[in-house]
């Protein structure tokens, strides 16, 4: 209970920094997320390149893999997964890590009618950074586009191809980062219509959700310290449903966490959590190490930051590409395969 109350208390505490350096800032900067609950004073690992499963059946969604957090372990990553959305029309906005004030904050995902800032992130499969071309709702039902999504219209027919959603940017080098700002970190602003979607109304992570995030923290396989930043797991078809390794094969079995987790070469896994391309961002983990803490996600006002590129993918069935390298047409160049 006494750690409990100190990991509340510091979270209360990051939060209120987070705010003020928000605030301080220019005008961009008046709306603001009051929704950080975890933070780390170590940068995330770069995402993973791997392949998008199939979506299952009409009305899945699509949610990118990202990395968590943990206080006995650090970063694990939670495979991207098609889940059912709350409700008809309402669309997810991706989860992302932002630096300010010397600590990396979470600020969690949500559902809502529009996509709102996620970091500029390149999460791929039609999260490029800025918005969402992988489909839209018409008529009361999802239509998939399957320039940017893996999609077997034998089973889903709900489709249709845009590739102008598909942005060609080959000056951008550090298209693998997982997080906003800091060294190392994407540089991006919220848009005009990014600022006004965060106005939206908002609805938290599903409860298939947080058992999927749940279920990733309890795989010793998906923690950075041990996996080096290459998660055994990086996608699954539904929640609870086939595990698949990078390349689309499936992936080997869960290993369960100790009760009293064992750490790995500490070397590895400060390799493994410094920024990618500026090789550093000095620190430990800003939690108490005695009581394991995986993180939640709530509903939260994305603060301002905004656009980034997007690439094309490939459709129908999977196959690996890099995730963030020159991007080509149809999505064979960016991270993570389809965009």
């Known amino acids: 209970m006494k750690s409990t109350r100190k990991h509340s208390k510091r979270v209360t505490i990051i939060s209120a920094i987070f705010l003020a350096l928000l605030l301080g ?11 950080i609950t975890i933070s780390a004073r170590v940068a995330p690992p770069a995402l993973p390149v791997y392949t998008q499963p199939p979506c299952p059946a009409d009305g899945y969604l699509w949610t990118p893999g990202y990395w ?6 650090g970063y694990y990553w939670v495979p991207g997964v098609w889940v059912r959305p709350p409700m008809v029309g309402y669309l997810w906005t991706p989860s992302y890590w932002g630096y300010s004030g010397g600590v990396y904050g979470w600020h969690a995902g949500y559902w809502g009618p529009h996509i709102g800032f996620y970091g500029g992130v390149n999460y791929g499969y039609g999260y490029g950074g800025s918005g969402f071309g992988g489909g839209r709702w018409e008529g009361g039902a999802f239509r998939y586009n399957t320039a940017v999504m893996n999609v077997n219209t034998t089973v889903v027919h709900n489709t249709y191809i845009d590739r102008t959603v598909v942005v060609n940017n080959t000056t951008v080098v550090n298209n693998r980062t997982s997080f906003n700002g800091g060294p190392g970190g994407i540089s991006a602003r919220p848009s005009a219509q990014e600022q ?18 749940q279920v990733a923290s309890r795989d010793r396989n998906q923690f950075a310290r041990v996996n080096n930043g290459r998660p055994a797991t990086t996608a699954m078809n539904t929640a609870n449903g086939h595990r698949f390794d990078p390349q689309g094969h499936a992936a080997p079995p869960v290993v369960a966490r100790a009760s009293q987790p064992v750490r790995s070469d500490p070397q590895h896994a400060a390799a493994a959590n410094q920024p990618h391309s500026t090789g550093g961002n000095p620190g430990v983990h ?11 996600q709530h509903p939260a006002q994305q603060h301002p930051m905004a656009q980034q590129h997007a690439a094309p993918q490939q459709h129908q069935q999977p196959h690996p590409q890099p995730q963030h390298s020159n991007p080509r047409p149809g999505g064979g160049g960016e991270h993570r395969g389809r965009r």
Request: charged letters at 15%; hydrophobic letters at 30%; a negative charge.
């Open 25 to 35: 800032n220019s005008g961009t900067y008046a709306q603001v997320s009051v929704g």
């Open 68 to 73: 968590a957090y943990d206080d006995f372990d």
């Open 196 to 213: 006004v979607a965060m106005r939206d109304r908002h609805v938290e992570a599903t409860s298939e959700q947080a058992t999927h995030q």
């Open 286 to 296: 800003a939690s108490p190490a005695n009581q394991s803490h995986p993180m939640t």
